[in-house]
């Protein structure tokens, strides 16, 4: 009967019986999957949370003598960490070929260098095969290192031997048609992961398939020591295998060509997205039924990338997710029951009536909702985020207000409400935004500024706890306080303080005289 429903010290709940009787008894478990990750163990309390929902990722020390950890030595997006930017000056030959010319870009506006390697350059292999030995020897309890090029779309190399690797495919990325470069890339991975087999064979070299390189490699395959982290590019509101959409039914071809040409298949995805500004995200049955369909495909596993505060809006997602990684079998209506019933208590009706309106919305929004690189407020979340989706919602949650007696059911009611008042500030904000764009009215304007303020007075509110996300790398800082509102308090200075500006004082008397030859203003009789 114990729920570890959310992190301490809100989430858990433990039944208190008289007396407990235990016989001798042994139980084993096979997981349904054997990576299992969500990345939100950003704290100890998180940490233990994940541990207890049987989680074996990214659990940094937390992990020690709790079941293991697959951990990784080096992490992430990495190119860039293998060839560092200072190698530019001695050796530019690392360096991608553009236009005829290596190629170092500009740091951009979070001071990282985004560039991928020449990787057909043999002293670029050995570094890359020599850091990653160095690495796995430094860490031994750490069996998983990332070969991911880093993040960024068209800084592939174009010198000759490179682009002999390519097969001439092309695909459409963010509105423009590339090169697809997975086989150049993977075989480059399977150069790598050759030369570490050797001297590290329980080693694993990790990938993601994303951008350029999502596609599957068409001249060779990929060795059984990597690790292919498939990335859902978009239409997080449609189950993979539903066919609702154009993009889901391309990413489920995708991924059925990926199950016949990887061994250790995972699937990446986005638990939540910055570009998706702190909105509500109500995927928790799409969750459910993806696992199960990923399952039945044959995947090692699934990483869910999030951030670590975002439990009002998020708890339920992350609770189902682990639960289901573990055992895929549970039945996705009882664990619901379950967590309404026992974690919400007097509030259970409201709030199931609330989770079940917003994720019927969501799965039933007019179209997909999440395209890659456009996941953002201004183009997606009015296709479910109307105002009488919200006025409805906002029922539900102040009823659940109403029921809550006890202190820990109030603070979970709390905080969920937070995140959603978030969103109506921020969708009548968005809304007002529209409405000046369209007629270009002042009241518009400073409704939306004192919309997405409220909206920003929330988001920190929430951030105090752990409801939902403010600063920068998670939420509503970097879209509201670093940009919209700065923007629109511009335009607001440049467009309309004039009119509540004096200009001079006027006297209370005037007098007035007509002269051919002269300006009163200018000769100053009036003063």
Request: proline share 5%; charged share 25%.
């Amino acid at each position: 009967g114990i729920r570890w429903y959310q992190p301490e010290p809100w989430g858990t709940e433990i039944p208190r019986p008289s007396k407990v009787e235990l016989s001798a008894f042994e139980f084993s478990h096979e997981p349904s999957f054997w990576y299992r990750d969500i990345s939100v163990c950003l704290h100890p309390s998180i940490g233990e949370w994940a541990i207890r929902n049987r989680l074996n990722t990214n659990l940094r020390s937390f992990a020690v003598n709790r079941g293991g950890q697959h951990a990784h030595a080096i992490g992430g997006h990495a190119f860039s960490r293998y060839i560092s930017a200072d190698l530019f000056e001695e050796h530019p030959d690392y360096f991608p070929l553009k236009d005829g010319a290596r190629f170092l870009p500009r740091a951009d506006r979070f001071g990282k260098r985004r560039y991928q390697a020449c990787t057909t350059h043999p002293d670029v292999l050995e570094i890359f095969v020599n850091r990653i030995t160095e690495a796995l020897n430094r860490s031994p309890d750490k069996r998983l290192v990332s070969l991911s090029p880093d993040d960024v779309t068209g800084r592939w190399c174009s010198c000759p031997t490179c682009v002999a690797l390519d097969t001439g495919e092309m695909m459409m990325l963010h509105g423009r048609e590339m090169r697809v470069v997975s086989d150049r890339f993977f075989h480059f991975v399977n150069q790598v992961s050759d030369a570490i087999a050797k001297p590290h064979p329980d080693a694993w070299i990790t990938t993601f398939a994303y951008h350029q390189y999502r596609p599957i490699p068409r001249r060779r395959s990929v060795r059984d020591n990597v690790i292919v982290m498939l990335c859902q590019p978009g239409a997080y509101n449609h189950p993979i295998n539903s066919g609702a959409s154009e993009q889901i039914q391309d990413f489920n071809r995708n991924l059925v060509e990926w199950t016949g040409e990887c061994k250790n298949l995972i699937l990446y995805r986005y638990m939540f997205k910055t570009m998706w500004e702190s909105l509500p995200y109500p995927r928790h049955r799409i969750l459910a039924e993806d696992l199960k369909y990923a399952h039945s495909l044959g995947l090692a596993g699934e990483h869910g990338q999030s951030q670590g505060k975002n439990w009002g809006m998020l708890g339920l997602n992350w609770y189902l997710h682990a639960r289901l990684l573990w055992d895929v079998n549970l039945d996705i209506d009882a664990l619901l029951d379950d967590y309404y019933r026992g974690y919400f208590r007097e509030a259970e009706i409201p709030m199931r009536s609330y989770f079940e309106l917003m994720a019927d919305a969501f799965r039933n929004a007019d179209g997909p909702i999440g395209e890659f690189r456009a996941i953002t407020p201004k183009t997606y979340a009015d296709r479910f985020l109307t105002p009488e989706l919200l006025s409805t919602a906002r029922e539900h949650l102040n009823q659940a207000g109403q029921v809550a007696q006890s202190e820990r059911v109030k603070r979970r009611v709390k905080m969920v409400e937070i995140p959603f008042r978030y969103a109506e500030h921020y969708m009548a904000g968005l809304w007002a935004q529209r409405r000046f764009a369209d007629a270009d009215r002042e009241n518009d304007l400073r409704t939306a500024v004192a919309e997405y303020d409220a909206a920003v007075e929330a988001a920190k509110e929430g951030e105090t706890l752990w409801a939902m996300a403010y600063n920068f790398r998670e939420g509503a800082k970097r879209w509201l306080t670093e940009r919209e509102i700065p923007k629109l308090r511009r335009e607001l200075g440049s467009r309309f303080s004039w009119q509540h500006r004096t200009v001079v004082d006027l006297p209370r008397t005037w007098r007035f005289r007509f002269e051919d030859d002269a300006t009163a203003e200018e000769d100053g009789w009036w003063r």
